[in-house]
């Protein structure tokens, strides 16, 4: 084993003369040896971390273009189907007779779920990891706040259906983000 770890150190002695590698001796590794071993855990760990921080970045992607196609479908639904699809999903809220006459209304808020789509999609094209958390952490924001208030006003409804659904990838991006989660 401590010839193995002798080899090891010699070989990543960074370019330098001979007679420096010759100062390297099995005594020499034999006192570095926990050093050495503590150099090779931590490389491993920093694998394995790496692995964790990809997996939640992966993750963290998903539950984001889940909480895109949400408000792609409310676009849909507010701005094309709402005398339809809207009638069904907001029965208990909205009179019948009041559709029609709402149907500009109900499309202004597909049009501005539909911006908020558009942000949480514009993340994937972002190459920049940091900017890319930045601008995914603000429109998840946005419909927190958007679901929070739906809640209050409207139904509540409305926080288990577009809030929660946002909260959860807000805090799995923080996670993934954080370099302390490994």
Known sequence: MYLFILEVVKAHVPSSPNIIKSFITVEMVYL?????????????????????????KLFSQILIALVALEHLYILYMEMFAWETLGKKTFKSSL?????KPTKGLAANQGLYNGFLAAGLIWTFFITDSVWATNIALFFLSCVIVAGLYGAYSASKKIFYVQALPAIIPLIITLIAACPCHG
């Open 32 to 56: 570095w040896y926990p050093a050495i071993i503590s150099i090779l855990v931590n490389t491993s760990n920093l694998k394995i971390y790496n692995l964790k921080t990809t997996a939640m």
């Open 95 to 99: 009179a019948p007779e009041l559709f």
